[in-house]
Nanobody, 129 residues
Framework: QVQLVESGGGSVQAGGSLRLSCAAPKATYSFRCMGWFRQAPGKEREGVAATYTGGGGTTYYADSVKGRFTISQDNAKNTLYLQMNSLKPEDTAMYYC?????????????????????WGQGTQVTVSS
């Protein structure tokens, strides 16, 4: 069972910042599309950002977070990050990191749930107005 270990969620006021982290086993992390999803109560899970862990690929963002969120990676630590700035109450959700099922395939956009092979346990982000 592959474990993706997330950390960094919490509660902030609108306009604040948080950074999420997601560590994966090296054998699973390498050369995959990896990204973040979020799910608010009563809503579907949506892709937020994605990047290719093998380098050289394009990063992708949902329109709702462009210019405010930044996805990055530290391949030496097999860790993915999501820096979230200018947070809004509508960003409140459970955030999940995810790895695509197939290795060696560049991201073509934010991940779709159907393409995910491995999920993190989720970390709660709450933004108050």
């Amino acid at each position: 069972q592959v474990q993706l270990v997330e950390s960094g969620g919490g509660s902030v006021q609108a306009g604040g910042s948080l950074r999420l982290s997601c560590a994966a086993p090296k054998a699973t992390y390498s050369f995959r599309c990896m990204g973040w999803f979020r799910q608010a109560p009563g809503k579907e899970r949506e892709g937020v950002a994605a990047t290719y862990t093998g380098g050289g690929g394009t990063t992708y963002y949902a329109d709702s977070v462009k210019g405010r969120f930044t996805i990055s990676q530290d391949n030496a630590k097999n860790t993915l990050y999501l820096q979230m700035n200018s947070l809004k109450p509508e960003d409140t959700a459970m955030y999940y990191c995810a790895l695509e099922s197939f290795r060696g395939r560049y991201c073509s956009g934010v991940l779709r749930s159907a393409d995910v092979g491995y999920w993190g346990q989720g970390t709660q982000v709450t933004v108050s107005s």
